[in-house]
């Protein structure tokens, strides 16, 4: 029995017992009986198919799930991911990675005379969930009709997952057995560090580059008083330290840094937006994905909050379900960074054959429908749903799912897969004796170790669609983005229209390229408006020239300057705060020439 087996199984194993008569001399006990394993919970693949390699796939098919009362009293029962709506959009990306799976191993030229494995979970975008999703990958799925302790499945790789918070968990357990995870939406600064994280690869930029993209927005603009809004969790966190660490040498301030309570909370949301009322920064810089700022959008639709300019990160920029038509009176005008789109050409085809009559027994699927239609094609006392054939026809406005016409984080699932197949090939392409391996060896096609693979895939490099893939030590993949900006559609919906990139491959100074004639403001404006309060954004100004150790959001609303003698005063007018400003400014820069 291996230890990955451990993991979820129970195992009753008989045992030696000493007897009265035992104490004085030890007997030879009967030989225990045989092994029995028994499952603690069952968790099932979504979909899967057999290969001659397996990869794992971790997506957030539901968000939300039911929690169970941890009392201590009875045991819990099983985390309900099926408690909640289906998420159409990560449904496509699972489906993504089905269809890059088949194209390889419909291709003569890659992978030939080899196939191609998969087992796709359900992380419920919960870390813990993810965690029972990838044990479950690392025992295999014949584990339920097992009567021992099965041996270690032949996982190779996992495509996961999606948020930094879940990623962060994964790889750590995968690091043991050295199986590589390749992201395609974990831009955690922090998943970076190669002691910590070295089987993590990444088809998504780290955040790293981004907070220096919004800083060079914020400079480009004269955006210097700003508000910060994150998620609960380790990419919002970094990502906000990243920011303020990029703003501290420029004219940039933060009025206020708020986090997004995790589980949220209607009390927590209007606690923020109260603070967002009566600041007088009017752009805000988010660090949240979708699933966090749902529940914050539908009470800050409800307050009627508008006015507000918002800097969106790659988790929020681009997600289409913020595109319908009720969003733009709040979210009009919204720019960001989005991960940069590609092409699959056979996508919005593939997408049209996952039905409930292909699927009958697959409970996504059918889910799938509820979501999209509000039917069931098979009614039960359960769903309450009224019935559907199930062979309706998935049109454009379904667009959570049916969009194909800009992939993103889509496109990076086809890229990770596509990875692991080129790395897989170049494997087993290694001539006997010329190996990287010790003594030069190669592995051998027929008993691959993840380790191996990893070293493949640390080196591999390839052009699919034109782009170059590839990575650097770290992991991490090329940093590009596209500057979208949410803009009023024909049917008054939103549309995501690309006014700019930014390219973190060029020299210092070189990496923005903003098209302002094309953007569309908060408000329906043509020009960006004055993001800062003339009092507060002279005093941090000044406390910044002074290289005082407060941050400007802590101090007191009251504007005040700096007089000659170190003190502070309010200053009653415009002119005065100006005046006291410029004399105070050259009075500084005097004595430290002087210093000098």
């Known amino acids: 029995m291996t230890s990955l087996a451990l993991f979820s199984l129970l195992c009753s194993i008989s045992v030696l017992t000493l007897t009265d008569s035992s104490l004085s001399g ?6 225990p009986t045989a092994s029995k394993c028994n499952l603690l919970n069952s968790f099932q693949p979504g979909f899967f198919v057999q290969g001659d390699y397996v990869i794992g796939g971790i997506f957030p098919l539901h968000f939300n799930l039911k929690k169970p009362d941890l009392n201590g009293t009875y045991r819990p029962p099983p985390i309900d991911c099926n408690g909640h709506r289906l998420y159409p959009r990560a449904f496509r990306w699972a489906q993504t990675m089905r269809l890059a799976v088949e194209e390889i191993n419909q291709n003569p030229v890659l992978l030939p005379n080899h196939t191609l494995g998969y087992n796709i979970y359900d992380s419920c975008g919960y870390p813990l969930t993810g965690q029972r ?8 799925v014949s584990e339920e009709n097992s009567s021992v302790c099965p041996n270690a499945s032949s996982l190779l790789a996992v495509i996961g997952a999606a948020g930094s918070a879940q990623s962060i968990v994964l790889s750590r357990i995968l690091q043991p057995f050295r199986i590589p995870m390749i992201s395609y939406a974990s831009s955690c600064t922090c998943l970076s560090d190669r002691q910590k994280y ?3 690869f990444r088809v998504i930029p780290s955040n790293y580059y981004q907070v220096k993209a919004i800083a060079r927005m914020l400079v480009h603009f004269n955006w210097t008083w700003v508000g910060l809004l994150r998620g609960d969790n380790d990419y919002g966190r970094f990502a906000a330290k ?6 501290q040498e420029t004219k940039v301030c933060v009025a206020y840094q708020e986090m997004i309570p995790l589980p949220y909370t209607h009390q927590g949301g209007l606690r923020i937006m109260k603070v967002m009322r009566s600041s007088t920064a009017k752009v805000v810089v988010v660090f949240a994905d979708e699933g966090e700022m ?16 918002w800097v969106g990160s790659d988790a929020f920029i681009s997600v289409s379900a913020f595109s319908e038509r009720e969003y733009y009176p709040y979210l009009g005008g919204t720019i960001g960074f989005a991960i940069r789109k590609g092409h699959i050409s ?7 054959t996952v039905n409930p009559k292909r699927y009958p027994d697959n409970v996504l699927v059918h889910e799938l429908w509820e979501s999209l239609y509000g039917c069931s094609p098979f009614p039960s006392s359960v769903t309450q749903m009224p019935p559907c054939s199930g062979q309706e026809t998935l049109l454009e406005q379904h667009s959570a799912y049916m969009n194909t016409s800009s992939p993103r984080v ?19 392409l290694c001539q006997p004796g010329r190996g990287p391996f010790q003594n030069n060896s190669c592995a051998q096609s027929n008993n691959i170790h993840p380790w191996q693979l990893q070293h493949y895939l640390q080196e591999v490099n390839f052009q699919i669609a034109g782009e170059m893939v590839d990575f650097d030590t770290k992991g991490d993949s090329v940093p590009y983005y596209d500057i979208i900006n949410w803009q009023r559609g024909p049917q008054g919906n939103i549309e995501f229209v690309n006014v700019g990139l930014f390219d973190g491959t060029k020299a210092v100074g070189e990496e923005l390229l903003i098209q302002e004639d094309g953007i569309m403001w908060a408000g329906h404006q043509s020009e960006a408006s004055c993001s800062h309060h003339v009092f507060t954004f002279i005093r941090c100004q000044l406390l910044k020239f002074r290289r005082l150790r407060w941050r ?6 009251v504007p005040v300057v700096f007089q000659a003698s170190g003190r502070l005063s309010v200053v009653g007018s415009l002119s005065a705060a100006l005046t006291v400003y410029h004399v105070t400014v050259a009075k500084l820069a005097i004595r430290q020439v002087s210093l000098s």
């Open 133 to 140: 999703a990838v044990l479950s990958m690392l025992n295999g």
């Open 346 to 352: 056979r996508l919005g085809d593939f997408l049209q």
């Open 198 to 200: 070295p089987t993590f």
């Open 26 to 31: 030890l007997t030879t006990a009967a030989p």
């Open 294 to 309: 749902t529940p914050f959008l539908r009470d800050y639709m409800t307050q009627n909050i508008t006015g507000i300019q």
């Open 552 to 557: 400007c959001q802590y101090l007191c609303a």
């Open 410 to 428: 889509t496109y990076n699932v086809y890229k990770a897969v596509y990875a692991i197949a080129h790395s897989l090939h170049n494997l087993l």
């Open 242 to 247: 990243g920011l303020l660490r990029e703003l």
